[in-house]
């Protein structure tokens, strides 16, 4: 946790938000394609950053229904289990406290089952909001933004499928803000607004679509 080293064939799709949002759902049909093949795909979700899991995965769930994933492939992540023996072609983490994410992977002993898929299993990664934080080495940065009352032991270790760290909702965001979580993290602070979509493969970020 957190001192996993950065693979650059990974791919991580990454937003302030996810399919409810019409812009960035369109962001994500240029990377997802929507065709009879989509429905063949299975769809993990982690939602543990919502404080009612159930109703965070229900609605996240119509949403990847809506988008053209089968329902009955969109699975609830409830144990490390449930990936340990499967790839899955797409691990999606919507967005809530990032604390509670984080803590709550990591007692469900997630964090290297999510790291294996994506690095080693072709494992897509979409990451919404604090989805996409917890992909950083590690998650201290994000005290300059919210308060922790979660993660009692001190231990902010991330994912690390990143050498940079994720700051989201930029558009709400200072120039201060900025560079305190900078400051904190130590690492290159990438952001994303609302309307965006980030994509990281091959060890490159782009926005998608921004060019068009």
């Known amino acids: 946790m957190g001192d996993y080293m950065a693979n650059q064939h990974s791919k991580l799709l990454l937003s ?24 063949e795909k299975t769809c993990y979700v982690i939602p543990y950053a919502g404080f009612d899991v159930e109703k965070t995965f229900e609605r996240e769930k119509a949403g990847l229904v809506e988008f053209g994933f ?31 994410l984080l803590q709550s992977i990591k007692e469900m002993n997630l964090v290297e089952e999510i790291v294996d898929c994506v690095e080693n299993r072709g494992t897509i990664y979409i990451g919404v909001s604090a989805g996409a934080d917890i992909v950083a080495k590690d998650i201290t940065y994000v005290l300059q933004l919210e308060d922790n009352n979660e993660i009692i032991d001190g231990d902010y270790k991330a994912l690390g499928l990143i050498p940079e760290s994720v700051l989201c909702h930029y558009d709400h965001r200072s120039f201060s803000t900025l560079k305190a979580c900078q400051e904190v993290s130590g690492d290159t602070i990438i952001t994303i607004n609302d309307a965006q979509l980030l994509k990281y493969e091959n060890g490159l970020w782009e926005y998608v679509g921004e060019d068009e």
């Open 16 to 39: 302030s938000f996810g399919f409810s949002s019409p812009i960035v759902r369109e962001k994500f049909a240029k990377e997802i394609l929507r065709d009879d093949s989509l429905r």
């Open 70 to 100: 089968r329902s009955d492939m969109i699975k609830f992540v409830r144990s490390s289990a449930d990936i340990i023996s499967e790839s899955p072609d797409f691990i999606y983490v919507p967005g809530g406290n990032p604390f509670k």
